[in-house]
Nanobody, 116 residues
Framework: QVQFVESGGGLVQPGGSLRLSCAAS?????????MAWYRQAPGKQRELVAS???????NYVDSVKGRFTISRDNPKKTVYLQMNSLKLDDTAVYYC?????????WGQGTQVTVSS
């Protein structure tokens, strides 16, 4: 079955950087999948952060534009999220899924904590 495993989270100070990875398994040909990163902060709903299409078109929520970059490596079946200039409000559990999320594909996520 399809599975996405997120990694790369951690504790970082405001202004710092992290690079998240999302490794896919159970998919023979990864390129056709439109992918996305989502996050859920404590007490808030999960939100779409960034997406990347099969053709490498990218979109970002306004709050991360200019700071986050989504990319993909199709042979490695991996999606990345480079996060720079992190803010306290970026603290959340980060998940990856298809751009139209499938319930069965949600993984455990990776915790990102921005704190001084």
């Amino acid at each position: 079955q399809v599975q996405f495993v997120e990694s790369g989270g951690g504790l970082v100070q405001p202004g710092g950087s992290l690079r998240l990875s999302c490794a896919a398994s159970g998919i023979i040909f990864f390129k056709p999948y439109d992918m996305a990163w989502y996050r859920q902060a404590p007490g808030k709903q999960r939100e779409l952060v960034a997406s990347i299409s099969s053709g490498d078109n990218t979109n970002y929520v306004d709050s991360v534009k200019g700071r986050f970059t989504i990319s993909r490596d199709n042979p490695k079946k991996t999606v990345y999220l480079q996060m720079n200039s992190l803010k306290l409000d970026d603290t959340a559990v980060y998940y990856c899924n298809t751009a139209t999320p499938v319930r069965a594909y949600w993984g455990q996520g990776t915790q990102v904590t921005v704190s001084s």
